[in-house]
């Protein structure tokens, strides 16, 4: 598995896909794909998401100020000014429960659709970079049995992740709405709601494993041969297992990388009078970070194996002088001979005249 060789051929990729020759309307559509795909990802740089805010410029002006008691001053603050209502709002369970109910009813249909989308945009945006081509309406029909695969998944991660938070969220309402109903002070029940917070951080970083796997490796091999993503996690974890380390250290490198873009989006969302901040016209600007890093995990994964290799497939035929009408070209990831003419020599390998070991038959969806 190469990873820091795989950046120089992402690259080369992503300048192909959008400056040769340039096109507005190209960067329009990647952009568009790339929002799609930013609805299952909140915006951020695609598994170990990055906190797309910056900070809050009101901090304590010495500095030095506790955190823990800044907190408690917040919730202090907020219930003594709040009154009655507040107080009230805790004394009535029933009342909780029903705005609970109601919140559930409107946002739960919104989060289906926009986790639905964000699967169609993420299996969307593999294609359109594998191919170097961002035909919209080819890319949603091309990936929808992927797509539909991937949000079953990402159900199921869900359903599990209430499993896991429900009795956490449910234990800390327990011990802390009785002490406040009671009329005890907010800085008497923090420390519980600390712990709870740190419980629930480390929870939430098995889910976030799991899915950064899912979204850079499982699913791009889930497009490629049609799986289901348990079929898709059976075929990469039987080769990802010998390359643990290398997998840490692309996605160490992948948070470096993507902190140093969001700067980069930050500064021209600046430059653009925040109009560089609007949903697609972001990431229209940020097409060639999200191209390139995109483009980085497919050479990532063909550098692991050649049933893996997603670059090129359903793309346009080589150029002359690639292999033309004569023999396909030398494959340096091993196995039979690619049909992409731009991939990076050095990963070893060699060319089997028998055609044996290359990629299985059927490209995008083929079993």
């Not at 219930?79 to 429960?97: K, Q, T, V, W, Y």
């Not at 869900?158 to 938070?165: A, H, K, Q, Y």
């Not at 420390?191 to 490796?217: D, E, H, K, S, Y």
């Not at 050649?306 to 070209?329: I, M, T």
Request: aromatic share 10%; hydrophobic share 45%; with cysteine.
């Amino acid at each position: 598995m190469r990873v820091t060789e795989s950046m120089g051929p992402a690259w080369e990729t992503m300048k192909r896909a959008l400056f040769r020759p340039f096109n507005i309307g190209t960067w329009f559509s990647f952009g568009f794909v790339f929002f799609l795909q930013a609805c299952a990802e909140g915006g951020g740089t695609g598994g170990f998401n990055l906190p797309s805010g910056t900070g809050n410029s009101n901090r304590h002006p010495s500095g030095g100020g506790d955190s823990a008691d800044d907190l408690a001053g917040l919730a202090h603050g907020l219930l003594a000014h709040s009154g009655d209502p507040l107080r009230e709002l805790f004394a009535d369970p029933g009342l909780i429960i029903i705005i609970v109910a109601i919140a559930c009813v409107l946002a739960v249909p919104l989060v289906l659709l926009t986790m639905w989308l964000g699967t169609r945009g993420q299996m969307m945006a593999i294609r359109s970079v594998a191919i170097g081509q961002a035909n919209v309406g080819e890319l949603w029909s091309a990936t929808r049995g992927a797509a539909s695969s991937l949000f079953k998944f990402q159900l199921a991660m869900i359903g599990l992740s209430l499993l896991v938070f429900v009795p956490i969220v449910g234990g800390g309402a327990a011990m802390t709405v009785p002490a406040i109903r009671s009329g005890a002070s907010i800085e008497s029940v923090l420390p519980v709601i600390l712990v709870l917070a740190l419980v629930a951080v480390l929870a939430i970083v098995p889910f976030a494993i799991v899915g950064a796997m899912a979204r850079n490796f499982v699913a791009p091999i889930m497009l490629k041969h049609g799986l289901t993503a348990r079929e898709g996690w059976k075929r990469f974890w039987a080769v990802g297992r010998d390359h643990v380390g290398s997998i840490i250290v692309f996605f160490v490198l992948r948070l470096v990388v993507g902190f140093g873009a969001g700067i980069v989006g930050l500064i021209a969302g600046l430059f653009t009078c925040c109009l560089g901040f609007l949903p697609i016209l972001h990431t229209t600007l940020m097409a060639p970070y999200l191209v390139f890093e995109r483009a980085w995990t497919l050479e990532v994964l063909a550098s692991m194996s050649p049933d893996f290799d997603l670059r090129g497939q359903g793309g346009a035929p080589p150029p002359e002088g690639y292999g033309g009408g004569g023999p396909a070209p030398f494959n340096p990831y091993g196995g039979a001979p690619s049909g992409n003419p731009y991939a990076p020599p050095g990963y070893g390998g060699g060319y089997d005249p028998s055609g044996g070991g290359g990629p299985p038959q059927g490209g995008f969806g083929g079993r």
